[in-house]
């Protein structure tokens, strides 16, 4: 039979390779980072949300939002892909409501960091966790 | 002196802890040898609206044995909790008396001799029967099925649904969610939802490309019934696209969205809706977790994880009722609500004990006609069973023993990988394998058995992936199946482990080596969820292997040492 093996599991062998990446690598650049856009001031629990799907439907387009009032920017990081980096959403004064969506590519099962700099110049964090899995089996 | 919030507590935790359930009195009949059609549907009508809930019926139309798990352990939160209660914990846990006719309903032990004793379960005549008895009591309960309704049988799948839903249709229900449904693929799904004669919900069924509601699938229906305004939430199964194949229904979306059941509940309350209802495809597990985090919902029919328990679970304010699989089971809750509250709840849980309750003759009649046309393919005799074949529970099952055995010899793998679901009837020792039974246990519209090479590295990648979706402490990222079944291949399991960590001792069993991560190995499985699988439907590789045989034992037990949570 010809289909091969990447084809059946591609999913399942992307996340497979991406494992191979060594841990602490990122991990440093992460809080590197964070640091680079707080300046290492403490950021609060509350004031900003993350919304993600608890598990991807598809890890190549993962739809998400952050939103959080009084925001002049938001910092997105996806902390478990090779390069973490998701983006920086900036917003105006003018700007009505301090949200925004996108689809972001998860390589594994991961946290996602969401850091929101308020215009008083205090900052605050949230994360969720996205599993992405091979999938099958249902009930 | 107590508030009136107080009040409604009390009131609510007695209702669900003593059994204003009519479980209580269904324990003493039974203990009274009192077991009759009047016995299973004796219950005394309560307050002003009644909820009648079915779920997981799987293509079921006629009476079947189905043997409830001997393993299923809960994680996390749920360790010991309930619906994680097997054998003699459940029936410590309500009473229920060894050998009686609960016991044989809702757990597994002497399963033959109480199945012989007993009879078959469910059969949607008898459900008719049961529906129309309540309806006497109440004739404007409302009848509301949680899914996996059109799916699960061989009239099923050769009808694409239609057999299931002419038959629902008769017995009137007032809203439906799903899951196995969108297996039908989307054209088929959106042909039939439009001409359902009841409300198709699901809150959490969006648009795929713009991430926003779909416009056929509504969130939420309200009924006016006893004077009282009813809002029925749908929730379909959150994880379609990745538990079952999303290709055959790319437009759509799912996930839990907590926040928009929060906003739906809002909305529903702030249009007057005096008591909340959300009609789940979640899993028992993913249900008690939402119910802490959205408020306002007085009542989760829940399905999915195809548990049935006998009494209610009260999380916060929200009774969570589990109503089985199969047809084995009705629910019925009666609520009382005034003033725009709910105010008490009475529920019995009223297993369909086939000979017992005296079949609808319209939906028996109803019945044969769908399954008419099939009659000598459901009727066909492949072989015979001198053991029990069932498959519910963590892991294989005698059935799916067998289904491994197929594959493999079928064949020629060296390891065989056979889906976790939780759907598929029990055969008793003695019992004729008919070609209806094949199907009762492998009808999916994704069937092909591929033959491939995987390494020893990948198929443990697959099982820690697999086991996660059931073992990981937070039910939200659990997907309500069961352990992958595995034939050649035996292993260890550490359920508390994180992913990744949890599988260990993985063994060929043909020679006894331990799996070298860098080999491959020739796999044989079914139900792939990816496009364009190719190999023979699994019905005829397990009609072979049995039609080989002529008589078949319980299949070759697969070795799985699991290492229980603390």
């Known amino acids: ?72 920017s938001i910092l997105v990081l996806a902390t478990g892909n090779p390069t973490p980096s998701v983006g920086t959403f900036t917003f105006g004064p003018l700007a009505g409501a301090r949200s925004a969506s996108t689809r972001i590519r998860l390589a594994k099962t991961q946290e996602l960091v969401a850091i929101a700099k308020l215009e008083d110049g205090t900052f605050a964090r949230t994360s969720a966790e996205v599993k992405v899995t091979i999938g099958g089996c249902g009930g | 002196m107590l508030s009136r919030r107080d009040f409604l507590q009390m009131s609510m935790a007695a209702a669900s802890i003593t059994g204003a359930s009519g479980f209580g009195n269904w324990a003493r009949l039974a203990a009274q040898d009192k077991f009759d059609q009047s016995s299973l549907l004796d219950f005394e009508t309560f307050g002003n609206v009644t909820l009648m809930h079915v779920t997981d019926i799987h293509g079921q139309l006629k009476p079947i044995y189905f043997r409830e798990p001997s393993v299923n352990i809960g994680v996390g939160e749920n360790r010991g909790e309930v619906p994680h209660l097997t054998g003699e914990a459940f029936r410590t846990r309500y009473g229920i008396g060894g050998g009686t006719p609960l016991d044989y309903a809702l757990t597994y032990e002497d399963f033959v001799a109480q199945a012989q004793a007993y009879g078959k379960v469910g059969g949607l005549d008898r459900v008719a029967t049961v529906l129309n008895a309540i309806r ?11 899914g996996d309704t059109w799916h699960g049988s061989m009239t099923c799948l050769k009808t694409e649904g239609q057999d299931m839903v002419n038959v629902m249709n008769a017995l009137k229900p007032d809203a439906m969610t799903f899951h196995w449904e969108f297996t039908l693929g989307s054209k088929r799904v959106e042909e039939i939802v439009k001409g359902l004669p009841f409300a198709a919900l699901g809150q959490n069924i969006f648009d795929a490309e713009w991430d926003e509601p779909s416009e056929l699938f509504k969130p939420y229906e309200f009924f006016e019934r006893g004077g009282v305004k009813i809002a029925v939430i749908g929730q379909a199964f959150p994880y379609m696209p990745i538990a079952n194949p999303g290709w055959m229904f790319p437009e759509y979306s799912f996930g839990i969205r907590d926040e928009h059941m929060q906003e739906m509940v809002n909305e529903v309350r702030a249009a007057g809706a005096e008591l909340v209802v959300c009609l789940s495809h979640n899993g028992f597990d993913v249900d008690k977790k939402m119910a802490g985090i959205v408020t306002g919902i007085d009542v989760i029919l829940s399905g999915h994880t195809h548990d049935a328990l006998p009494e209610p679970v009260l999380v916060g304010q929200t009774h969570i009722i589990a109503s089985g699989s199969n047809g084995k089971f009705v629910s019925r809750v009666d609520l009382d609500v005034r003033d725009g509250k709910m105010m008490g709840l009475r529920h019995k849980l009223i297993p369909i004990f086939s000979d017992l309750i005296t079949p609808d003759p319209e939906i028996a009649a109803l019945i044969d006609a769908q399954r008419a046309p099939f009659l000598e393919d ?58 209806e039974d094949i199907f009762n246990v492998t009808s999916m519209t994704y069937p092909n058995v591929y033959r491939t090479e995987m390494t020893g590295e990948f198929l443990k990648v697959v099982l820690e992936d697999v086991g996660d979706n059931l073992f990981n402490p937070d039910p939200y990222y659990q997907q309500g199946g069961d352990m992958v079944r595995v034939g050649g291949l035996g292993f260890k399991m550490d359920i508390a482990k994180p992913q990744g960590e949890r599988v260990s001792e993985m063994t060929l069993l043909s020679t006894g080596e331990v799996i070298d ?20 439907p699994v019905w005829d590789v397990l009609e072979s292997h049995i039609s080989k045989l002529g008589t078949v034992g319980q299949g070759t037990a697969t070795p799985v040492e699991v290492v229980l949570p603390e």
């Open chain 2, 378 to 435: 459901l009727t066909h005799v492949v072989g015979k069973s001198d053991a029990l074949l069932y498959r519910r529970g963590n892991f294989n099952g005698t059935w799916d023993d067998l289904i491994c055995d197929a594959l493999l010899s079928e064949r020629d793998a060296q390891i065989a990988l056979s889906p976790g679901v939780r759907w598929g009837p029990s055969i008793l020792p003695g019992q004729d394998i008919t070609r």
């Open chain 2, 517 to 536: 991560p860098s080999h491959s190995y020739v796999v044989a499985g079914w139900a792939s969820v990816n496009e364009g699988t190719e190999g023979p």
């Open chain 1, 1 to 72: 039979m010809d289909f091969s093996r990447r084809e059946t599991f591609g999913l399942g062998l992307g996340a497979l390779a991406l494992m191979a990446l060594p841990v602490g690598a990122s991990a440093s650049t992460i809080e590197e980072m964070i640091a680079e856009f707080t300046g290492g001031a403490d950021m609060a629990d509350t004031g900003v949300t993350l919304t993600a799907p608890e598990i991807a439907e598809n890890g190549n387009t993962v739809p998400i939002a952050v939103s959080a009032e009084g925001a002049s």
């Open chain 2, 136 to 146: 006497s009591d109440r004739p404007d309960a409302l009848l509301l099925d949680g």
